[in-house]
């Protein structure tokens, strides 16, 4: 039998270049595609703010039939699109005056809801000390937010401070996630969490208003 004879490799065609090879998309391209695909969306600053103020409500409700870790868990979800909104704000340019009301308003209310219903199991367990200084740390949370928009309208930038809203955010959170009766070990966290939350954020508001002094001294001389 005859050998088959390998049949010659076929020639490109002329004038008809060869087909390339993608090349795989890197990771600055992907961001920058998923960039513009959000940008391109019908979703809005306000939508991410509103979705993190549903969270913390949904946060509160579960801090307050003690299921402290879901509580934690909603809270932190929540927190983190918080941050979001602003973020995405600035890098759609979808941003508008309202929208930064809206957000610096519903960061308010969602760390006092949270705390809220964390003072509210505090005070069924008739522990009126730890009740108390939930108290202190909305009170003293909500004036270190206070400071900051005081000083910005009289033009002194205010951002000093240790207990800024992200490390308040880590605290309460350490606190939920770890309180007694959650999923994770025996801990009991979340008192000593309220203690420190409320201490830093005091040192905060004199830190505050001590930098705002001595800004406006220093425009004065």
Same mark, same amino acid.
């Given at each position: ?6 049949? !010659?490799?076929?020639?490109? =065609? ?5 087909a390339? !090879?993608?090349?795989?998309? /890197?990771?600055?391209e ?14 809005t !600053?306000?939508?991410i703010?509103?979705t993190g ?9 579960? *801090? %307050?039939?003690?299921?402290?870790f879901?509580? /934690?868990? $909603?809270?932190?979800v ?5 941050t979001?909104?602003?973020?995405y704000s =600035? @890098?759609s340019?979808k941003g508008?005056?309202?929208?930064a009301?809206?957000d ?7 760390? /006092? ?5 964390? $003072? #509210? ?7 009126r *000390? $730890?009740?108390? $200084?939930?108290? +202190?740390? *909305?009170?003293?949370?909500? @004036?270190?937010? &206070?400071?900051?928009?005081r000083?910005?309208?009289? #033009?002194?930038e205010?951002? +000093? ?6 490390v ?11 309180? =007694? /009766?959650s %999923?994770?070990?025996?801990?009991s966290l979340?008192q000593?969490a309220? &203690? +420190? ?12 208003? %001590?930098?705002?002094?001595s800004?406006?001294?220093e425009?004065?001389?």
């Open positions: 039998m005859a050998p088959r004879l390998k049949a !010659p490799p076929r020639r490109a =065609r002329r004038g008809v270049p060869r390339r !090879p993608r090349a795989p998309i /890197g990771s600055g992907r961001r920058e595609l998923v960039r513009n695909r959000l940008v391109e969306s019908r979703l !600053p306000n939508a703010s509103l103020f549903a969270l913390n409500l949904l946060a509160a409700v579960l *801090v %307050w039939e003690r299921l402290f879901l509580g /934690g868990v $909603a809270f932190i929540g927190s983190v699109m918080d979001l909104d602003g973020r =600035r @890098m340019g508008t005056p309202f929208g009301f809206l610096s308003t519903l960061d308010r209310i969602e760390e /006092g809801i949270v705390l809220t219903a964390v $003072a #509210g199991n505090f005070a069924l367990t008739g522990n *000390v $730890a009740a108390a $200084a939930v108290v +202190v740390a *909305v009170l003293s949370s909500l @004036m270190v937010s &206070y400071t900051r928009a000083a910005e309208a009289l #033009g002194v205010c951002k +000093v401070g240790i207990a800024t809203r992200p308040r955010v880590v605290i309460l959170s350490i606190g939920l996630i770890f309180a =007694r /009766g %999923w994770i070990g025996d801990f979340l000593p309220v &203690y +420190v939350l409320a201490a830093l954020s005091l040192i905060t508001v004199a830190q505050r208003i %001590w930098h705002v002094r800004e406006l001294n425009s004065s001389v």
